[in-house]
């Protein structure tokens, strides 16, 4: 573990792929094998697509993405006092929210009510208005709950369930 450079006097606002209400929270529903971290692993909060196979889940894609890769129970220690780090390692368990309210960091400046676009090169969070998706994304049916500056911490909101 790295010695540690600097020291900050605020909590943060929130943690990247944490939730951020109690509101209903709904994940996509794998099959039996569950979806697993695909070749190189899965960065967690940022958008994933589930692979042919069903079950290997990645950072990139063309199409709207399955879901959100959140924080949960998806810490991985591997070795005592080892630096944690927000990659789910390749053959581990990946869940991906598909509504509730989440913490990312955006590469862009967001307001309350902006799109949430997908990079379709690593899942990373762009927003900006709804119907003009940026060069490289492709929209995801999320919308910003709470805005920021880029690179802050804001929170989405995922879309409603289909009745």
């Known amino acids: 573990m790295p010695f540690p450079n600097s020291v900050h006097y605020n909590w943060p606002a929130g943690f990247p792929g944490a939730w951020a209400t109690d509101n209903p929270r709904r994940f996509v529903v794998p099959g039996p094998n569950g979806f697993r971290a695909g070749a190189g692993g899965v960065a967690v909060a940022a958008f994933a697509w589930v692979q042919a196979d069903g079950v290997s889940v990645l950072n990139t ?3 709207a993405p399955n879901g959100l890769v959140c924080r949960t129970q998806q810490g991985v220690m591997t070795g005592f006092m080892q630096d944690a780090g927000m990659t789910v390692p390749e053959g581990f368990g990946v869940a991906l929210a598909a509504g509730g309210d989440v913490f990312v960091l955006s590469t862009t ?8 676009y997908a990079a379709t090169a690593d899942g990373t969070v762009q927003t900006g208005p709804a119907g003009t998706p940026p060069s490289g994304t492709v929209e995801t049916g999320w919308v910003v ?12 909101t995922g879309p409603a369930a289909a009745v």
């Open 61 to 63: 894609g063309a199409t």
């Open 109 to 116: 400046a967001a307001s309350i009510g902006q799109a949430v």
């Open 145 to 156: 709950a709470r805005g920021g500056a880029a690179g802050l911490p804001i929170i989405i």
